[in-house]
Nanobody, 121 residues
Framework: QVQLVESGGGDVQPGKSLPLSCAAS????????MGWFRQASGKQRELVAS???????AYADSVKGRFTISRDNAKNSVYLQMNSLKPEDTAVYYC???????????????WGQGTQVTVSS
């Protein structure tokens, strides 16, 4: 099995920054895409940012220019640097990884438990 553990959430004032981290562990043969989703209260989960194993990135329009995603393949980790935070960024943030546990295994999506980010003055 593959486990993802997030860290770094919390309360922050508008305009401030907050970093998120996520580390994958367990029976990992390979990881392709990693990224972050978020889900605000009463809303559907949405993609925030993603990054391929080669470093190609994609962002939701709402966070472009403010958030930066990165990863460390050697540590099976993905990071999200959130700058210029807005109240509408308030949500539970989930990291995900598309991984396989062996060369003959199928790719599967794995999720972290989520970390709350609250942006408020």
């Amino acid at each position: 099995q593959v486990q993802l553990v997030e860290s770094g959430g919390g309360d922050v004032q508008p305009g401030k920054s907050l970093p998120l981290s996520c580390a994958a562990s367990g029976s990992i043969f390979s990881i392709s895409d990693m990224g972050w989703f978020r889900q605000a209260s009463g809303k559907q989960r949405e993609l925030v940012a993603s990054i391929t194993s080669g470093g190609a990135t994609a962002y939701a329009d709402s966070v472009k220019g403010r958030f930066t995603i990165s990863r460390d393949n050697a540590k099976n980790s993905v990071y999200l640097q959130m700058n210029s935070l807005k109240p509408e960024d308030t949500a539970v943030y989930y990291c995900y990884a598309r991984a396989k546990q062996g060369w003959s295994y199928a790719w599967s999506d794995y999720w972290g438990q989520g970390t709350q980010v609250t942006v408020s003055s």
